[in-house]
């Protein structure tokens, strides 16, 4: 009967090109890998920055349409370990257009009852970084909308690693025996302690790999990935998104019925 109700379900909820949500299976947390904005910017023979500036547009966009419908976490992955490889010169960018963004949008994002949080080492990031973060961090501490959580000098590796390291000093120091470690401890050394895994995983531009993201909470996420390169992402892009989640079948390793 479920079954034949999905079926049903999927066929008339389509409406002019877009889609028609169930607004009582609204994912927990959403996190995206905001990829491409280079090929962005080339496609249109222009600088990368701007296809990273676009990006920003992107997501201001983003994260009002997810408060909007109702998601509790929206996880974007911004820098990673691994992106200090890239020239100085970009770093820079992504770095001033991070400060950029929260001087702009802060009083809006406060406003909105956002909450500002950081997913990475951010003591490697430039001082105005920080200290923007900071800021950022105290103003919506308090908040109670949509955690808006950016990964920054993050890496999956590294986040179980340093996990790994904390429980091990705990075990050297006696205060727990290794019997002890379990998956919620185990999660409560994570820089998502105390949130919900992601539900979907979304990544733009045709790429489709973690790119060391979330390696430890994807566990049982839901992945989306889609062509549309990460500045001409829409607000109806997320909605189809939310909506193939709703239609699909997870099960975390049981059978149903
Ligand atoms: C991936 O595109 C994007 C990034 C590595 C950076 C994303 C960062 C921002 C949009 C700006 C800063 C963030 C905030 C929160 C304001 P890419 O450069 O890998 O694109 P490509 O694969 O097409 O070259």
């Known amino acids: 009967m479920r079954n034949i109700f999905k079926l049903f379900k999927k066929k008339t909820s389509l409406e002019n090109n877009d889609v028609q949500l169930d607004m009582e299976n609204i994912p927990k947390h959403i996190a995206i890998i905001m990829d491409g ?9 222009l600088p990368r920055a701007l296809g990273h500036k676009a990006g920003v547009e992107t997501i201001r966009r983003i994260i009002k349409e997810a408060d909007r419908l109702g998601v509790k976490y929206m996880t974007l992955y911004a820098f990673s370990t691994e992106n200090w490889k890239r020239p100085k010169n970009e770093v820079n960018t992504l770095m001033k257009l991070l400060v950029q ?5 802060i009083s809006e994002l406060h406003k909105n009852g956002v909450v500002i949080n950081v997913l990475g080492d951010s003591s490697r990031l430039p001082n105005d970084c920080i200290d923007e973060i900071q800021k950022a961090k105290e103003i919506t501490k308090n908040n109670t909308g949509i955690v808006m959580n950016v990964a ?3 890496g999956g590796r590294d986040e179980i690693i340093r996990a790994t390291r904390e429980i091990a000093e705990m075990v050297a120091l006696g205060e727990i025996k290794p019997s002890e470690i379990d998956d919620k401890m185990f999660e409560n050394h994570l820089y998502t302690k105390n949130m919900p895994d992601p539900d979907i995983i979304i990544r733009p531009s045709g790429e489709q790999r973690l790119s060391n993201f979330l390696l430890w909470q994807c566990a049982y996420s839901e992945f989306w990935y889609s062509n ?9 892009d997320l909605r189809r998104a939310i909506y193939d989640f709703q239609n699909r079948d997870r099960r975390f390793g049981a059978i149903k019925d």
């Open 37 to 45: 904005n280079g090929r962005w910017a080339k496609a249109k023979n």
């Open 228 to 236: 549309i390169n990460w500045p001409d992402f829409t607000e109806e």
């Open 152 to 154: 920054l000098n993050y």
């Open 101 to 105: 963004y929260l001087k702009e949008e």
